[in-house]
């Protein structure tokens, strides 16, 4: 199987930080994307991960466990603008990408 | 910079009607795909070209066919449209099937079939 897990929403407060969690089947992995739909527009490009560890881009930061088929979405210092689906992607074979359903993350004044 | 473009961006269809959605990419990409995006299911791929002339199946091919004469475009036919395929359509590209290298999206087309 290619499922991938995601919750299907979150709530945060501005100024906080949240975690977004993702698990995903191991067999064909080459690689992990993190990307952000805005409602109503078409989804863009946040992180890549394919090693073990975290990388960290500005308030955005992935991290990846090959061996546990797990990846996390880190956002800190939150903006109202963050509020958004969050999209967890698995590179299947080099070919195509597996999505999952989406966190749909609302971030509170 | 237009990247990726997709046509029409709306369309109401009545059911068995047929039609065509395009897309187009500027960026001399490999790679494109077609996926639809309902609620609550996330993105879902209905077929994809790993370069001109090839085509292959995802995961929700049935009812669809696709096209990729050049290699900017690759085209998404309904030839008898159902009130099942009433979503919203995104196109993407890549460049290759090099790991780091993401995938573009267009802007998208909702469809509606009545």
């Excluded at chain 2, 099942?84 to 890549?94: D, E, G, K, L, P």
Aim: glycine share 10%; charged share 15%.
């Amino acid at each position: 199987g290619q499922n991938i897990d995601q919750p299907t929403e979150m709530t945060a407060t501005e100024g906080a930080i949240v975690q977004i969690n993702c698990t995903y089947q191991t067999s064909g992995f080459n690689g992990l994307f993190w990307y952000q739909q805005h409602a109503g527009e078409a989804p863009t490009f946040l992180s890549y991960n394919v090693l073990d560890g975290l990388e960290e881009k500005g308030r955005f930061s992935s991290f990846l466990s090959r061996s546990k088929g797990y990846s996390y979405l880190l956002l800190k210092e939150l903006q109202m603008k963050d509020s958004a689906s969050y999209l967890c992607a698995r590179d299947n074979y080099g070919q195509n990408f597996v999505f999952g359903p989406g966190t749909r993350l609302s971030v509170l004044p | 910079n237009a990247g990726v473009t997709q046509t029409p961006k709306f369309r109401v269809l009545k059911t068995g009607q047929s039609m065509t959605l395009l897309c187009a990419q500027d960026m001399n990409h490999e790679y494109m795909y077609w996926y639809r995006q309902d609620p609550g299911m996330g993105l879902r791929l209905i077929h994809y070209s790993v370069g001109e002339g090839t085509t292959a199946k995802g995961e929700v091919p049935d009812g669809y066919n696709v096209s990729r004469l050049k290699k900017q475009n690759f085209l998404l036919g309904l030839e008898s449209a159902a009130p099942s395929q009433t979503s919203v359509y995104f196109c993407a590209s890549r460049d290759s099937g090099q790991g780091h290298q993401p995938q573009h999206f267009g802007d998208g087309t909702r469809l509606s079939i009545l």
